[in-house]
């Protein structure tokens, strides 16, 4: 396709995808995210005259907004627009980014409750929820809390954000109606095409991908061009460390010169082939491109994503560009919970290690050198046993299982899931005797069935796969307790002299 034929023919709106009953929205996502960059400084953006330009891209089709709580004052300018009530089909999407901690009914509906207010809805179209370290197991229990304002009426779509496969999986096997997640995506990020795409084939959930031009590195911009000295921007700040992980300014070039052949031979933007790359993977509804208010606005050359349709020849082109790079580490949102923390504020290890832990660790009197951690099960006091010990440096945790809360199984017939919730439970309890996961030195797995073995050694692999501790799986005859597959126990050995617990730490 010539580029003027590109020109003549693009869309005049964006297609439309249905993501969840009654919520069509538009495949070209328009995300606020920047507006916390353009209010770093301290000076708000004025709502009216921010509603008024989220109202020219309404305009053009472009009326899905996505957001969240912490993207500056973006829920309350598009609340502006909403309250404007002048345009129709407007569909506004937001985050909500708690702390880990207790996840109580109250303390769900307040966090959604502050959403609406500022979006000056009674509804919101699509709350999406974000936990940052899945050993705190209260996202189970706020997504339980989302799903039942969902059922009041306050909530129209629940979606999930940077949701690894592993808990996107726990999830669903508890029911909780998921119709979409939000993952990082794009021609250096092709994780979200692996696991996670097969499980939203199985399961119907769609993703909703940012991080699509790389920050803007996959343009044209970039092309040849010398690596910046210095960028100032979040965005760019977030992605050049993608570009270093992928293997450097080198490896990003290769990208480029790649998506800049297909581009030219069908007339449009390196930018468009890049977004068009994601929109052809079968689980993707959609694309988020930022917008920086009253700035930068590229609405028409986006539309010409849906003018073209990359060939087989394309394909191959790009993904022999893709094998001259490195694949990120990890799964999808990993980046935000363990190394290398591929973030705008670059290592959030001390954002981690500030979440309070589960359980507090209790000393065991007349005994300077050993603490002993509770769970809250039943059995530890009648069997006079607690969930983990530390004597020492040395930590050895009970042989631990799916249990959550006051004695609800999690993964009722999927191993795989109860291990992923186990080995968190097990992560929590040596963090909160001091440790860290890459502390474990042993772990034994006792399996109900041994035809679960391969699923769950491969959960376990997913965690220590760079750790390697010794490692028995054993079968045996029986777990106890209905439904239960899996139980793992572990030991960690903590550096010679290691400080006890932050919470009985000398001050």
Request: aromatic share 8%; glycine share 10%; proline share 5%.
């Amino acid at each position: 396709m010539s580029s003027g034929l590109a020109q003549q023919n693009h869309s005049v709106r964006p297609p439309r995808t249905l993501l969840a009953p009654g919520l069509e929205i538009s495949r070209l996502v328009t995300g606020l995210w920047q507006v916390a960059d353009m209010e770093r400084g301290g000076t708000l953006l004025d709502p009216v005259r921010g509603a008024a330009q989220l109202a020219a891209y309404a305009q053009q089709g472009f009326d899905t907004f996505d957001m969240a709580d912490h993207y500056g004052s973006a829920e309350v300018i598009t609340g502006t627009l909403l309250a404007a009530k002048t345009h129709t089909g407007v569909r506004a999407f937001t985050k909500w980014c708690p702390p880990p901690g207790v996840m109580s009914a109250a303390v769900v509906r307040e966090g959604v409750q502050r959403s609406l207010d500022r979006l000056q809805t009674s509804c919101i179209d699509l709350l999406q929820f974000h936990w940052w370290t899945f050993d705190h197991p209260g996202y189970i229990d706020a997504l339980v809390e989302l799903a039942a304002l969902r059922q009041e009426g306050l909530i129209q779509a629940i979606g999930l954000c940077n949701f690894d496969t592993a808990h996107m999986r726990l999830v669903l096997n508890e029911g909780v109606p998921i119709s979409s997640n939000q993952v990082c995506m794009s021609l250096l990020d092709r994780r979200g095409t692996e696991a996670m795409s097969a499980l939203c084939a199985q399961s119907g959930v769609r993703l909703l991908c940012y991080g699509v031009l790389g920050g803007g590195f996959l343009s044209e911009r970039w092309l040849g061009a010398a690596e910046p000295a210095q960028v100032l921007d979040w965005s760019k700040m977030k992605y050049q460390r993608f570009i270093y992980a992928i293997g450097g300014w080198e490896a990003l070039q290769t990208v480029l010169h790649a998506a800049a052949k297909v581009a030219r031979k069908h007339g449009v933007s390196l930018s468009n082939v890049a977004s068009r790359w994601v929109l052809e993977q079968t689980a993707v509804a959609a694309v988020i491109v930022g917008a920086r208010l009253g700035e930068s606005e590229y609405r028409a050359d986006n539309l010409q994503v849906f003018d073209f349709a990359l060939d087989a020849q394309d394909h191959a082109d790009l993904q022999a560009a893709f094998a001259a790079t490195r694949r990120l580490p990890g799964d999808c949102g990993d980046e935000y919970r363990k190394p290398p923390f591929l973030t705008a504020s670059g290592d959030l290890s001390h954002h981690l290690d500030a979440v309070a832990p589960m359980w507090q660790p209790k000393p065991v009197p007349g005994r300077a050198d050993r603490w002993t951690l509770d769970s809250g099960s039943q059995w530890e006091p009648i069997a006079g046993y607690a969930r983990a010990v530390r004597i020492g440096d040395r930590i050895l945790v009970s042989g631990t299982t799916a249990t959550h809360g006051n004695g609800q199984l999690l993964g009722r017939g999927d191993a795989a899931v109860q291990t992923s919730y186990i080995l968190d439970k097990i992560i929590a309890s040596i963090k909160a005797l001091g440790g860290q996961l890459h502390d474990v030195v042993r772990t034994r797995v006792y399996l109900a069935n041994a035809d679960d073995c391969e699923a769950v050694s491969r959960v376990h692999g997913s965690y220590f796969g760079d750790i390697r501790p010794a490692n028995t799986l054993l079968e045996v005859s029986a777990l106890i307790g209905d439904g239960y597959l899996v139980e793992i126990e572990a030991e960690a050995l903590l550096d010679a002299g290691s400080p006890p617990p932050g919470s009985l730490a000398a001050p």
